[in-house]
């Protein structure tokens, strides 16, 4: 597949990947500097250090698969390094908050995230945009528990306040 140019047509055709072959695709994708790709092949073999190096250099087109594997692994390095990478911290460029909020919420942070909902919100209201902020309270609720309720009263009650 390497030689006649095929590796993406012979990636897409394994059911499953032994770690083996997951490597030498990952370094193929790696080598062709398409890192996204790697990303996935090295998430598959257990290497996710190395996937989440590469999906942070493949760019934001691939931090949602970031924030699900890193919810997946549950480690914390993992989680610190991505939110680094999220807050701007890593290549001085923050994301999109939603970003953070969405990995809170993946990684079950649910107080993190209500918290992170409420600034989103005041920051969309401040801009005159608030239609487009209950987004993330949508999503808190749509995730509830009884553990949750809190995160809910706490957004019910910074509105009333305002």
Same mark, same amino acid.
């Given at each position: 597949?390497?030689?006649?140019? @095929? ?38 073999? +257990? ?12 760019? @934001?087109?691939? !931090?949602?698969?970031? !924030? ?17 990478? =999220?807050? +701007? @911290? ?17 990684? +079950? ?8 909902? !409420? ?27 009884? @553990?949750?309720?809190?995160?809910? =009263? ?9």
């Amino acid at each position: 597949a390497q030689t006649n140019n @095929e590796m993406e047509t012979y990636a897409n055709s394994l059911k499953e990947v032994t770690p083996e072959e997951a490597l030498r695709i990952a370094q193929y994708y790696e080598g062709k500097n398409q890192f996204g790709e790697a990303a996935v092949f090295y998430e598959k073999m +257990g290497n996710f250090q190395k996937a989440l190096k590469l999906f942070m250099q493949a760019g @934001e087109d691939y !931090i949602d698969q970031s !924030i699900e594997m890193v919810a997946r692994a549950k480690n914390d390095v993992l989680t610190q390094t991505l939110t680094n990478y =999220l807050m +701007g @911290e890593t290549d001085g460029v923050p994301k999109d908050p939603n970003y953070t909020f969405k990995l809170y919420i993946a990684l +079950g942070n649910m107080k993190q995230a209500a918290r992170l909902a !409420i600034s989103i919100a005041d920051h969309a209201q401040e801009q005159g945009k608030y239609i487009n902020a209950p987004v993330s309270y949508t999503h808190l609720r749509a995730h509830e528990t009884p @553990e949750h309720l809190v995160c809910r =009263l706490l957004l019910e009650k910074k509105n009333r306040s305002q």
